[in-house]
């Protein structure tokens, strides 16, 4: 991902919910919401259909956290969009994964990955994070522009497309079905929840 320097910069106006919430905080630039956004807690959202739920507590996953910039850029009219990717998921990436690898016979388990695109530049808001991984996500399978509030119902139907499409003709995916890779997602999901866990109690310790 490209250096926060890249990122572009700009006023921020109470012209919609999300300016005018950034604006209660006293931030009143575009790089200082990226900022803000950046430095507040990585965690798991009760509610990704709300489109405030970052804000309401106080944490965020690459979801919301990318959201709610890329929804703050729509309505400064900055041209920077959220895209969804999709990632080889392997334990490079995050510890423990090589056991769900062993258990399904398969070289990687496909991931999403939200982030923002500007000018060819992306941006992860969730880098430096406690966020279950051990790298950044810079290879991707496939990425697509998408609404900054998507639904999971969406996002879901977006992951399978490219499952069908990009992931299960390859010739490293020969023999494995849908069903057996959306598992192993299932518990790359946890293992990533409890290598936050893991990682938010070494940084206390």
Known sequence: ?????????????PV????????????????????????????????Y?????????KKGTCTSKHAVIAGLAEELNIPLFKHVGVYKFTEEISTGTNK?????SIPYVPMVHC??????????????????????????????????????KDEYLLFKKVINNYVLPTKEME????????????????????NVKKQKNQKIN
Request: with cysteine; charged share 30%; net charge negative.
């Open 49 to 57: 259909d709300d489109k405030l739920i970052f804000f309401k507590e």
């Open 1 to 13: 991902m490209d250096s926060y320097d890249k990122l572009p910069d700009a006023e921020i106006k």
């Open 16 to 47: 919609g919910q999300i300016s005018k919430k950034f604006l209660d905080l006293g931030i009143d630039s575009f790089k200082q919401a990226c900022e803000y956004v950046n430095n507040i807690e990585y965690g798991y959202n009760t509610n």
């Open 115 to 152: 982030f923002l695109v500007y000018k060819g530049f992306r941006f992860d808001l969730t880098e430096g994070n406690c966020n279950g991984k051990n790298t950044t996500i810079n290879e991707l399978i496939y990425e697509e522009q998408v609404n900054p509030f998507i639904s999971g």
């Open 175 to 194: 023999g494995i079905k849908e069903k057996l890779l959306l598992k192993a997602r299932n518990e790359s999901i946890k293992l990533l929840m409890e």
């Open 100 to 104: 769900i690898l062993g258990k399904y």
